[in-house]
């Protein structure tokens, strides 16, 4: 298989852009640390599957009612740990709010 000089260029530069973006995207969640709360991680759309034994249809319902607050980064969806922690006190079991406070290390908002 020949590929020429033109194509082969056009084919780089597509791909250094993705290289650039992706970067973009590993500098913005490395420093989220510094912007979120000591206490404060983020959690994504298969940490909240998992906890909730739901399926991210269901996660899509909770966002589009408003109901669980969420923000994306390059297109991938982020929820920060206290509003998932008052999602939990509002609509589940105790029991999960205990086994979300185990598993993600947070410590009860005062």
Not at 33 to 50: G, I, S
Not at 56 to 83: C, E, H, N, W
Request: aromatic share 12%; glycine share 2%.
């Amino acid at each position: 298989m020949y590929i020429d000089n033109d194509d082969f260029s056009v084919w780089m530069q597509k791909l250094y852009a993705k290289l650039e973006e992706l970067c973009k995207d590993v500098r913005v969640l490395r420093n989220a640390d510094k912007v979120l709360p000591e206490d404060d991680n983020l959690l994504d759309n298969q940490d909240l599957c998992l906890l909730f034994k739901v399926s991210i249809k269901t996660l899509q319902r909770y966002r589009a009612i408003g109901a669980l607050p969420y923000f994306t980064i390059s297109g991938k969806v982020y929820y920060k740990a206290s509003d998932v922690r008052e999602f939990i006190k509002e609509r589940f079991s105790v029991t999960t709010l205990r086994q979300f406070e185990k598993e993600h290390c947070t410590k009860k908002k005062k």
